[in-house]
C-alpha cells in the first residue's frame, strides 16, 4: 500500500519560514520524480517544485529563490524548504510521487495547509 504523509504545514507570519516533509512507502522511491503542489481556495492545483530521481529541480517562477525541492533517498522523504513567505503563497500543499514507464504511476498525500499571515 502506497502512502504518502506530508507534515510540517502551519500558520506564520509574512517572511517567515517553514519546512514541509513528505515520508513515502510502498514505493522504490529513488525511481520515482517528487513534486509539491499547492491548491489555495477557489484556485487549480498547481506544481510548485519538483525534483527527479536523478537530482534535477524545477520550480514555478512565483517562488524561484525562495522556496528549495530536496530529497533524502535513505529515508524516503522529499522537503520543500520555504523561506521569505507570502500571503498568497497560503494554500493546501500537496506532496505527489510520480513515475512511468510503459505504465504510470502516480500518488498523492492527503495534503498540510500552510497560512502565512500579513
Known amino acids: 500500500q502506497v502512502q504518502l504523509v506530508e507534515s510540517g504545514g502551519g500558520l506564520v507570519q509574512s517572511g517567515g519560514s517553514l519546512r514541509l516533509s513528505c515520508a513515502a512507502s510502498g514505493i522504490i522511491f529513488t525511481t520515482y520524480r517528487m513534486g509539491w503542489y499547492r491548491q489555495a481556495p477557489g484556485k487549480q492545483r498547481e506544481l510548485v517544485a519538483a525534483i527527479t530521481s536523478g537530482g534535477s529541480t524545477n520550480y514555478v517562477d512565483s517562488v524561484k529563490g525562495r522556496f528549495t525541492i530536496s530529497r533524502d533517498n535513505a529515508k524516503n522523504t522529499a522537503y520543500l524548504q520555504m523561506n521569505s513567505l507570502k500571503p498568497e503563497d497560503t494554500a493546501v500543499y500537496y506532496c505527489?510521487?510520480?513515475?512511468?514507464?510503459?505504465?504510470?504511476?502516480?500518488?498523492w498525500g492527503q495534503g498540510t495547509q500552510v497560512t502565512v499571515s500579513s
Open positions: 505527489n510521487a510520480y513515475y512511468r514507464n510503459f505504465l504510470t504511476y502516480n500518488y
